[in-house]
């Protein structure tokens, strides 16, 4: 069962979550092709590290810069980062964009041949940008977002060439201090 609408109500509230995948199950001789039943390590949670520590990884959670492989793949990847004048920001990372600012976004997708990249804002995927078909093994769509200085998220999921969701990536925050009062 998905917690992405549940997760991207709290987005919207203005909370600051790190969305990951976690796996459960009670016998560990299932296989990969059982259809209906999840092994260990699907979905995988994939943390960008500074090195392969448990505090670095920790560190990596906390920043947010984090992407779900929903089938627990090895050698995907999810990049997404956020560029000004002034700044970057990737997962999880914060970006102030003010009133008609505007900010390069990049997405880069490994291995996912024939698949879909769909950008969500504040919990909608966008139209146009929104649906770009992967054309290559390694794929990078970029495209302009324009800043009305208001409190913001965008995120990325890919999906695959039949159209499931594979990848979950989190957000970049905008604005987070606009409209503070509102939300933690």
């Keep these: 069962v998905s917690g992405i609408p549940f997760w991207q109500r709290l987005l919207d509230q ?3 979550l790190t969305g ?8 560990a001789r299932i296989g990969a092709t059982e259809p209906g039943r999840n092994r260990i390590g699907s979905p995988t949670t994939v943390v960008y590290a500074r090195n392969l520590s448990a505090g670095a990884i920790a560190d990596g959670l906390r920043s947010g810069q984090v992407f779900i492989d929903v089938q ?20 999880g990372g914060e ?23 769909e950008i969500i804002r504040d919990g909608v995927k966008l139209e146009g940008v929104g649906s770009t078909r992967i054309g290559t093994a390694d794929h990078e769509v970029v495209f302009t977002e324009r800043g009305d200085g208001r409190r913001h998220w965008l995120r990325v999921d890919v999906r695959d060439a039949q159209g499931r969701l594979v990848l979950v990536g989190n957000p970049i925050y905008f604005n987070r201090e606009a409209d503070s009062g509102k939300a933690p």
Excluded: C, F, K
């Design 20 to 27: 990951i995948g976690g796996s459960d199950n009670h016998d």
């Design 72 to 91: 627990g793949g090895t050698h995907r990847l999810l990049e997404l980062s956020a560029r000004t004048r002034s700044a970057v920001a990737h997962m």
């Design 14 to 16: 203005g909370y600051r």
């Design 95 to 117: 970006l102030r964009l003010g009133e008609g600012e505007e900010a390069q976004i990049a997405v880069r997708v490994t291995d996912v041949p024939g698949g879909v990249i």
